[in-house]
């Protein structure tokens, strides 16, 4: 296992969750970490990334002021701080790891998978 997510659970609309995501293999190397979702008979959509060397990150529009992401390098691990969780945040997240594409939002981009934590939000 390279990458373990964790952190998901049920919670009511507003509420808010923290996902992490680490790696247990000291010598993985992680030039941006970023975290995806898939919602049931959905393709997967960009969370959003954080760049290894600074503090660089980027989020998908439309969730940018409710997510957060950040790290800890001497841990290698990552977080997702989710406040003010809808419904519709209701999916599978993922967190993944790419060393060349640089701070992208495209899954294929992505060469490392963890293998995702549910995040289930109940009306």
């Known amino acids: 296992v390279q990458l373990q997510a964790c952190g998901g659970g049920l919670v009511q609309a507003g509420d808010s969750l923290r996902l992490s995501c680490s790696s247990p293999r000291r010598t993985l190397s992680i030039s941006f970490m970023g975290w995806f979702r898939q919602a049931l008979g959905k393709e997967r959509e960009f969370v959003a990334v954080?760049?290894?060397?600074?503090?660089?990150?980027r989020y998908a529009d439309s969730l940018q002021g409710r997510f957060t992401i950040s790290k800890d390098t001497a841990k290698k691990t990552v977080w997702l701080q989710m406040n003010r969780l809808k419904p519709e945040d209701t999916a599978v997240y993922y967190c993944?790891?790419?060393?060349?594409?640089?701070?992208?939002?495209?899954?294929?981009?992505?060469?490392?998978w963890g293998q995702g934590t549910q995040v289930t939000v109940s009306s």
């Open positions: 993944a790891v790419n060393r060349y594409a640089g701070i992208s939002s495209f899954a294929d981009d992505y060469e490392i």
């Open positions: 954080i760049s290894w060397r600074d503090d660089t990150t």
